[in-house]
């Protein structure tokens, strides 16, 4: 798309001014990408309360550990008994 070379926009852009709405056009992009990562981040939170669901790194340390200690094989057959299972996840699992 062309810009006419006399229109009101490309003398917005050009020069002081058009340094000055460059820095506030970056500014406004990033703190919208800010403000949709946190509020990805806090939707389970807010819908869910304050709960881990999908990530746990004390779970993940735990799971490395025994798998280095014991192998890939027994892996497999562990059940961690220090992370909250509900009732139906429990009964699932057998």
């Known amino acids: 798309m062309a810009v006419i070379e006399d229109s ?3 003398a917005f852009f050009q020069g002081e001014t058009g340094r000055n709405t460059r820095g506030l056009l970056r ?3 990033l703190c919208t990408i800010a403000a949709a990562a946190v509020a990805s981040r806090l939707f389970s ?3 869910f309360e304050s709960i881990i669901h999908e990530f746990d790194p004390w779970f993940n ?3 490395t550990k025994y798998l280095v200690q014991h192998g ?3 892996f497999w057959d562990w059940f961690d008994d220090r992370t909250l299972h509900h009732f139906e996840d ?3 699992m057998f």
Do not use: C, E, G, Q
Request: proline fraction near 11%.
């Open 90 to 92: 429990t009964a699932s």
């Open 72 to 74: 890939f094989y027994p």
């Open 61 to 63: 340390f735990r799971a």
């Open 27 to 29: 500014l406004i992009i």
């Open 8 to 10: 009101p926009a490309k």
């Open 45 to 47: 939170v807010i819908r």
